[in-house]
């Protein structure tokens, strides 16, 4: 099936594409208003080639937490004042992913030091001669694809040549391999190593790993030999510039890709490969008409229900505890149906459907004897209806390029690892997915998604620690637009929904991405830690009316006991719950399904 619908999106891609090439039209920077706009206009106008590489050699202290800055201050031009008029190419960076050499744990402990915003263009271990760049544009077109010649003929690239770039005595396979190589995106997940061409992947991935790789790869840390990364004068236009920081200190040694030329990433190319309008995104990427059958999952994992049941095992036995605790020799009388209800209601069900579940049971049973396995399986029952509601597929509208999802919510919540799981997701499908580290207050988070971007090869745009928000946002979405992204996921900072002036920036971070399209953010999604209890009904409450949350991803339910706030919140807000989260992992991210969930939470088999 993975194959068949590649190919069906393949031609719609192709489609969307020519549309994009009007539509994708970047706002003139004079159409930018007030102080949203200074922000994002400063990060607007920076060049595409203005991205800056990473300083590789430069560990540097930057790993200090800023100062946030003020919500209110004129975007991110405070920010970047500093920066000389050349020094200061921009402070946004975007890297390639590169073949992870981890298995993927995202950290919060960055790898290395962060970058260093002053950190001048240093040229990464391998960047590419003028020479290669053309190869890599022959990569970009894709040549598994369906492609026309005018398909690598408007490349950025090659108005990026990396200047000094050539005299980089490198890369031990520079261009010959690149040529062969195919674009990335497609069906990382589904091709087998064998396929995958030597310069994408000189080690065999590991199976965690299986997502990297197949985009361009970085260079990863200089080489010991290798001359010391030459400074370089910002190209004009690299639109990627290839992550030139050694900040990943891990096992250099199967970073294969210092071989990799700096492989500017795709062009702001027609992605052939994207889906095409409507697509929803559940386990996999699914095309809206498509019509292959569902391929039948490997087996070799516990079933999706048995790690859903696993994972809700404290919040069942809690709740299916105290039940029995309750109707242990008891008939069903108004006394026991009030111990019910509290029950319930301690396992922050919620009230509405603690009384639903208390009257159901009331309404055939009162006066006789109730065994817990009745009352259970009542309050699977009465859960899934107050879930299916709610139990709603993800859909990207590609016919927005890129659809813009934000992902909003409390510190900790797992907006990154979120975002990391679900770029997976997306690029297993086909779609190209760019990246924003819009939490620009911690290093460690930027590290984060850089992990992510190179797990899943996307592209990560980030800035400047302290750097403004907001103007990263709208920088990420012009880059995005001009990548021919599919879906640009934008990290924000964890904040709690009570500090006032945070909110505000997070308002702002929305009001600025407006401006490049009215209708985006086109998702905010906002993580919920279901280990939070009840104080997650009022974050869902204040996040959806400052930044317009119109989906939630709840986090972190293996292992909590309170994982009945699901329930709590489905009633209360009726937001859709597009995923629940079971793990650290990659695939830990599940589509919610409202009878799985009741029925493990409930207990029932
Ligand atoms: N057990 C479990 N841990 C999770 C899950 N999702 C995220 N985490 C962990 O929660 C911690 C915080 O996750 P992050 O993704 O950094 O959260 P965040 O919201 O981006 O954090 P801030 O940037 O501080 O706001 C990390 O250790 C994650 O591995 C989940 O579904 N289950």
Do not use: C
């Not at 590489?53 to 800055?69: H, I, K, M």
């Amino acid at each position: 099936m993975a194959f068949g619908f590649i190919k069906k999106v393949f031609s719609f891609g192709r489609k969307k594409v020519e549309d994009r090439d009007e539509d994708g039209a970047p706002l003139p920077e004079t159409a930018q208003p007030d102080d949203a706009a200074t922000a994002a206009q400063d990060a607007a106008v920076t060049p595409a080639g203005a991205t800056e590489t990473l300083e590789p050699a430069a560990p540097e202290p930057a790993d200090q937490e800023p100062v946030r800055p003020e919500p209110d201050d004129e975007a991110g031009t405070e920010h970047r004042r500093d920066d000389g008029p050349e020094a200061r190419p921009s402070d946004i960076e975007k890297i390639t992913a590169r073949a992870p050499d981890q298995d993927g744990e995202e950290s919060d402990a960055p790898l290395s030091a962060p970058e260093h915003p002053d950190a001048k263009p240093v040229d990464p271990p391998a960047p590419q001669t003028p020479e290669d760049e053309p190869a890599e544009e022959t990569i970009d077109a894709e040549p598994l694809r369906p492609t026309t010649a005018d398909d690598t003929s408007d490349t950025r690239e090659t108005a990026a040549p990396s200047p000094s770039a050539g005299s980089e005595p490198i890369a031990p396979q520079p261009a010959a391999a690149a040529p062969a190589r195919p674009r990335a995106s497609i069906k990382k997940a589904d091709r087998p190593a064998s396929t995958q061409k030597p310069e994408d992947d000189p080690i065999a991935p590991r199976p965690a790993e299986r997502l990297a790789g197949d985009k361009p790869v970085t260079p990863s840390e200089p080489e010991p030999g290798t001359p010391e990364a030459t400074t370089l004068p910002e190209p004009a236009t690299p639109d990627i510039v290839p992550d030139a920081s050694p900040d990943q200190p891990e096992p250099a040694q199967t970073e294969p890709d210092a071989d990799q030329p700096a492989a500017p990433r795709a062009p702001p190319s027609p992605n052939p490969a994207a889906p095409a309008g409507k697509v929803t995104v559940a386990k996999t990427v699914e095309a809206k008409h498509a019509d292959e059958p569902a391929e039948p999952e490997a087996a070799a994992r516990p079933s999706w229900f048995q790690r859903l049941r696993q994972g809700l095992a404290r919040s069942s036995r809690e709740l299916t505890g105290n039940i029995a605790g309750v109707f242990t020799k008891r008939k069903l009388d108004d006394d026991a149906l009030q111990d019910l209800e509290d029950v319930l209601i301690q396992a922050d069900l919620g009230m509405e459907t603690a009384i639903r579940i208390t009257d159901t049971l009331a309404s055939g049973r009162y006066g006789r004897d109730v065994s817990e396995e009745e009352v259970r399986a009542v309050m699977a029952s009465e859960i899934e209806k107050v879930l299916a509601p709610v139990a709603l597929p993800l859909e990207l509208d590609l016919s927005h390029k890129p659809h813009v999802v934000l992902v909003v919510g409390v510190n900790g919540t797992g907006k990154t690892t979120t975002i990391g799981k679900l770029a997976a997701k997306l690029t297993a499908g086909g779609l190209d997915v760019m990246l924003a580290a819009g939490d620009t207050f911690r290093a460690a988070a930027i590290e984060q998604l850089k992990i992510w971007g190179e797990r899943t090869a996307s592209p990560v745009v980030a800035s400047k620690l302290g750097a403004d928000a907001a103007g990263l946002a709208y920088d990420a979405f012009e880059q995005a637009r001009e990548a021919g992204s599919d879906v640009l996921i934008i990290d924000t900072a964890g904040r709690l929904q009570n500090k006032a002036e945070l909110m505000a920036e997070l308002e702002k971070i929305v009001r600025v991405l407006g401006k490049l399209d009215p209708e985006a953010p086109h998702t905010v999604l906002q993580t919920v830690d279901a280990t939070t209890g009840q104080n997650a009904l009022n974050q869902v409450e204040i996040f959806r009316n400052i930044a317009g949350v119109n989906g939630l991803v709840m986090t972190k339910l293996d292992g909590t006991a309170r994982g009945g706030i699901l329930v709590g919140i489905a009633a209360k807000h009726k937001l859709p719950v597009y995923f629940i989260g079971v793990g650290e992992q990659v695939d830990d991210l599940e589509p919610f399904s409202a009878g799985d969930f009741a029925k493990a939470i409930a207990g029932v088999a």
